[in-house]
């Protein structure tokens, strides 16, 4: 999730996707993404179990702002949100 292009950077991992995105969009979530705004879903991914869903998280977090900006940009150039696609 981000709040413009460019800007703050969300990563998390949910069981529904839909649900959680609606959440923060709504201020249903406190704290880091209510406090910077960060309600636009500009990039996800879809696993099969929630142990491969928080062990790419883990990986996704690990990694450099640079390689979270060109995994966004790879897959949503425009920086696009993606909720209504979802």
Same mark, same amino acid.
């Given at each position: 999730?981000?709040?413009k292009? /460019?800007? #703050?950077?969300?990563?998390? &991992? #949910?069981? /529904?996707l839909?649900?959680r995105?609606?959440?923060?969009?709504n201020?249903?979530?406190?704290g880091f #993404?209510?406090k910077?705004? &960060?309600?636009?879903l500009v990039? $996800? %991914?879809? $696993?099969d #179990?929630i142990?491969s869903?928080i062990?790419?998280?883990?990986?996704i977090?690990?990694?450099?702002?640079?390689?979270? !900006? !060109? !995994?966004?940009e790879?897959e /949503?150039?425009?920086w696009?949100? !993606?909720?209504d %696609?979802?």
């Open positions: 999730m981000a709040n292009k /460019n800007g #703050t950077i969300y990563t998390g &991992v #949910t069981g /529904n839909q649900r995105i609606w959440e923060h969009k201020g249903k979530i406190n #993404t209510d910077y705004a &960060v309600h636009k990039y $996800f %991914e879809i $696993f #179990t142990v869903a062990e790419r998280e883990k990986q977090k690990a990694g450099s702002r640079k390689k979270k !900006l !060109l !995994l966004i790879k /949503n150039p425009e696009r949100d !993606l909720y %696609e979802i």
